[in-house]
């Protein structure tokens, strides 16, 4: 079956620094989206990536498909407080269904 | 953006009971919802996807019978937990789908406890 690894599982960043979490699935997907879900909280959509290649911005956050669309990242730059929690890349074929990474948990320093 | 609530939010019940889950889209119509499983610390583990109106399906794996699933409207659906047992205990959290659009809202999550 799909399946969407993600790197790194933990990501401790000192407040003001970039940091990149990566995915890669096994089959070729229709698109991708990210969630993040803040401690004790539920997942919330961030974004949808469907093209290959697209590259989608969202203030301090820039998401990528890769050209084969097995592949996506999710870079941050000057990380904040704000940006604590666990970040998941979810893959989709055609059906809906969305297969999880295993999320990238970031902490991050004063 | 779109609202879907979960009930209860926890819940403690005794070995070899059955508890029900409920999860609600507010305000939009969910042709797709989907059950989900999440220990702690590790990532969503799909369980099965519901369309109303029609049987759930299953992920390879998942306990049809062990976990029943009712989509009876578009804008609720349920899921029941028979004969509890301790290694259930998890974090279930649905989300759901409208036709319009292509993301999934997630609920707030159900922690169930089974002693």
């Known amino acids: 079956g799909q399946q969407v690894m993600q790197i790194p599982q933990y990501q401790h960043v000192q407040e003001g620094e970039d940091f990149t979490t990566y995915c890669n699935s096994s089959?070729?997907?229709?698109?991708i989206q990210w969630y993040k879900q803040r401690p004790g909280g539920h997942p919330v959509f961030l974004i949808q990536?469907?093209?290959?290649?697209e590259v989608k911005k969202q203030k301090r956050l820039t998401f990528q498909f890769g050209e084969a669309k097995k592949n996506s990242s999710l870079h941050i730059t000057a990380t904040q407080t704000t940006d604590v929690g666990t970040y998941f890349c979810?893959?989709?074929?055609?059906?809906?269904?969305?297969?999880f990474g295993a999320g990238t948990t970031v902490t991050v320093r004063a | 953006g779109a609202v879907v609530s979960q009930h209860p939010s926890r819940v403690i019940c005794k070995s070899g009971t059955s508890v029900k889950i409920e999860c609600r889209s507010l305000?939009?119509?969910?042709?797709?919802m989907f059950w989900y499983r999440q220990f702690p610390k590790q990532s969503l583990m799909l369980m099965a996807t519901s369309n109303e109106g029609s049987k759930a399906t299953y992920e390879q794996g998942v306990e049809k019978d062990k976990f029943l699933i009712n989509h009876a409207s578009l804008t609720l659906s349920t899921l029941t937990v028979t004969s509890a047992h301790p290694e259930d205990s998890s974090f279930y959290i649905c989300?759901?789908?409208?036709?319009?659009?292509?993301?999934?809202?997630f609920g707030p999550g159900t922690r169930l406890t089974v002693t």
């Open positions: 989300s759901a789908r409208g036709q319009e659009f292509y993301e999934q809202y």
């Open positions: 089959t070729t997907l229709s698109n």
């Open positions: 305000d939009f119509q969910a042709t797709t």
């Open positions: 979810a893959g989709s074929t055609n059906d809906y269904k969305l297969s």
């Open positions: 990536l469907v093209k290959s290649g």
